[in-house]
Structure formats: C-alpha cells, structure tokens
C-alpha cells in the first residue's frame, strides 16, 4: 500500500500537466505509463489516487450499507472521476475543467495523504489548515 506523506509545490502548465514529485514516484516503483485516477473531492481539492489506492476505495464504496445514499455516492464519485496517465517526464495531466472547478492555475500543492494524492490551489490548502488545527488537537487524543 502507498504511503504518500508530505508537500509539494509544483507548477502546472497551459495543458493542466505538473510533475509528480520524485518522492511520490519513488513509492510508485514506475517509469511512465502508470494510470491514476482523478477524482473531484468534496473538500476545496481534487484526489489522486494511485491504482491501488483506487482499487481500496472502491471497496470502501462496495461496502457502504445499501440504499439510495449508498447509489448517490456511488454516482457522485463515478462521474467525477477520470483517468489520467503517468508519463516518461513524470507528468500527469489533469482535465482543465477539473482544475477549474477548484481555482487551479499556474500552480498546485500536493499533499500526501496516505493512500492518495490531495490536489489543492495553495492559498485554498492554507485556509483549510488553519482551520484544521482545533480538530487535530481533538483527534490526537485519540492516537
């Protein structure tokens, strides 16, 4: 299983390409041609998820209690998901509407996040971790 952690700055450019940082190849033991999958998330971020980080989340999915909400999520991530592949320079190249549905341009931050990719507009990333700090505070009790 991946283990992405940490952040990247990266520059995306006119083609919705960026790299993937060596670091987060490195875990992928790929050189060029890997399939990820992108996913709209239901944060202010897009999720890349590796193939096997796909694969667990869909059974995530499979295993939700059946019914409607079971459906709609399914339907949801369905929709917003695509496939983009890894290339010899290490890029991957993101659909231009996903990125514009979360303000994208010009530069991303990805933040490993264990078993996927966070795709974030910097400035967005930075709000959401101020935020965030109250909740870990909580949750560490936890640990």
Known sequence: MSAFIGT???????????????????????EGGETFVISRGTEQCLILFAPDGWKAFQEKLAALPAGADKKKTIRFYSANSATVVLDRQGRVGIPKDYLGDYGIE????LVGALDYIEVWMPEDFDRHLKDAEEVVRKMDTLL
Do not use: Q, W
């Open 8 to 30: 990247h700055r990266c520059r995306v450019d006119a083609k919705g390409r960026f790299n993937v940082p060596a670091s987060f190849r490195r875990y992928l033991g790929t």
């Open 106 to 109: 010009g530069e991303a931050l």
